[in-house]
T-cell receptor
Framework: QKEVEQNSGPLSVPEGAIASLNCTYS??????FFWYRQYSGKSPELIMF????GDKEDGRFTAQLNKASQYVSLLIRDSQPSDSATYLC?????????FGQGTTLQVKP | EADIYQTPRYLVIGTGKKITLECSQT?????MYWYQQDPGMELHLIHY???????EKGDLSSESTVSRIRTEHFPLTLESARPSHTSQYLC??????????????FGPGTRLTVL
């Protein structure tokens, strides 16, 4: 059974700080990795995807992938209260996605 | 912004009723998915389709059925609803990218309550 693991949190950071969200996955053959944000009562929305080892930056968001360690992370710089949500990590599984349980982020003003 | 729609958004029904949850997308995506998500819990894939007349069961066993007669439409049916079916049902679609995983876009969801 392929697995995607995230710390459920909550992760609490002050406004303006860097939030670091982590995800590990079990299938060494996985090649596509996604981060989704889900506000309470809403559906997930895609933030970023990453396919290659290293960092990928998009505005305040940076995704980091280390395939050797089977580890993918999301950094949110200058965290805002509007970033408070659950962040879902998703990993490919033969055309489908396996989602982690999500990490709840709380950004305190 | 993704154009994927789900109706109804909220549904409260009695036990034993037959229901169909609608999902449509206007992006021409070949792949479509149904997920079930309880509050505060993870997403579970219950059905998916890679194209017209193609449907597969997902990782979570479900008593629901799906059909894919048209590319844009992927309805989910429960023949006899039970309280254990109470959940949020999310529909998603993706365009085949040639990679092993595709960016999925989600609809707004249907929150189902079975009394």
């Amino acid at each position: 059974q392929k697995e995607v693991e995230q710390n459920s949190g909550p992760l609490s950071v002050p406004e303006g700080a860097i939030a670091s969200l982590n995800c590990t996955y079990s299938d060494r053959g996985s090649q596509s990795f996604f981060w989704y944000r889900q506000y309470s009562g809403k559906s997930p929305e895609l933030i970023m995807f990453i396919y290659s080892n290293g960092d990928k930056e998009d505005g305040r968001f940076t995704a980091q992938l280390n395939k050797a360690s089977q580890y993918v992370s999301l950094l949110i710089r200058d965290s805002q209260p509007s970033d408070s949500a659950t962040y879902l990590c998703a990993v490919d599984d033969t055309g489908k996605l396996i989602f982690g349980q999500g990490t709840t982020l709380q950004v305190k003003p | 912004e993704a154009d994927i729609y789900q109706t109804p958004r909220y549904l409260v029904i009695g036990t034993g009723k037959k229901i169909t949850l609608e999902c449509s997308q206007t992006m021409g995506h070949d792949k479509m998915y149904w997920y079930q998500q309880d509050p505060g819990m993870e997403l579970h894939l219950i059905h998916y389709s890679y194209g017209v007349n193609s449907t597969e069961k997902g990782d979570l066993s479900s008593e629901s059925t799906v059909s894919r007669i048209r590319t844009e439409h992927f309805p989910l049916t429960l023949e006899s609803a039970r309280p254990s079916h109470t959940s949020q049902y999310l529909c998603a679609s993706s365009e085949a990218s040639g990679r092993t995983g595709d960016e999925q876009f989600f609809g707004p969801g249907t929150r189902l309550t079975v009394l």
